[in-house]
């Protein structure tokens, strides 16, 4: 049996004893995309300035011992859970209960109705095999699409857009971790079409999580920026295109077919 030191949320928490638990926890996402970036010409990430960038901050022994381990116990608890009744977002779950307050953190819309939720965009069962874009305009941890994963297969095409970098980070390692290589997540406000942060892609070949800073060369935001507009070419009001209709602004996170 694991003690709390040797699971994810127990590494963490340990840290926090000399370090604040939110910079080493988005430090953590950081440097995990940085890895799953990595070019095999050079054996170095494509993102190796931002990776040197963070592992400058800290002293020698955590590069060594406390960020492997972490991204180990990550990886190993999320691999436990595949197909458990709770899913396996072990990143959104730490950081809704752990880093929540009300300036800098959220809550996720629970498994079981993200589960329910993605029977309702309209895949038919004979429709599965044929490859599908599938879209969370409000992606948070990426909770949504993980379910629409595992309800419809990895076979189809996974995109999530969420305002908060941080979220973006753990829905790009979600993604990547679980298998799901027709994929992108950008860091963008859903409601401007023209906005763009950031994304990263999640492919299979090339193998990795490849972050994206020029707009033009995201799949993602050309195909939303497109599908934005031709939506609302006629509609005076903003608002967020759903299966079923017209989704008014405040609402949470819900899969598209787009």
Not at 64 to 76: D, H, R, V, W, Y
Not at 96 to 115: A, D, G, M, V
Not at 226 to 249: A, D, N
Request: hydrophobic fraction near 35%; charge should be neutral.
């Amino acid at each position: 049996m694991k003690t709390k030191k040797e699971t994810f949320a127990g590494l963490l928490e340990a840290s926090a004893y000399y370090r604040d638990t939110r910079s080493v926890f988005d430090d953590l996402l950081t440097l995990a995309l940085c890895a799953f970036s990595q070019n095999p010409n050079t054996g170095k990430s494509y993102c190796e300035d931002e990776y040197m960038a963070t592992i400058g901050r800290y002293p020698k022994e955590d590069v060594q011992t406390l960020f492997p381990k972490l991204l180990a116990c990550l990886i190993t608890e999320m691999d436990e859970r595949v197909g458990s009744d709770s899913g396996n977002d072990v990143l959104g779950e730490y950081y809704e209960t752990h880093l929540y307050n009300k300036r800098s953190s959220q809550y996720f819309t629970p498994w079981p109705i993200c589960k329910f939720m993605t029977k309702s965009i309209g895949i038919d069962a004979e429709e599965e095999d044929t490859r599908k874009r599938i879209l969370d305009p409000t992606c948070g941890s990426g909770r949504m699409l993980l379910a629409g994963a595992e309800t419809y297969g990895k076979q189809h095409e996974f995109y999530g857009i969420d305002i908060d970098a941080v979220c973006v980070k753990m829905a790009a390692i979600n993604l990547f971790l679980n298998g799901m290589f027709h994929s992108e997540v950008m860091c963008a406000n859903a409601l401007s079409p023209d906005d763009f942060r950031f994304s990263y892609k999640i492919s299979l070949l090339p193998f990795g999580v490849f972050r994206i800073d020029n707009k033009e060369q995201s799949p993602l935001w050309r195909r939303y920026t497109s599908s934005f507009k031709k939506k609302h070419e006629v509609k005076r009001e903003i608002v967020l295109p759903s299966k079923s209709g017209v989704k008014p602004i405040g609402g949470g996170s819900q899969l598209e077919l787009f």
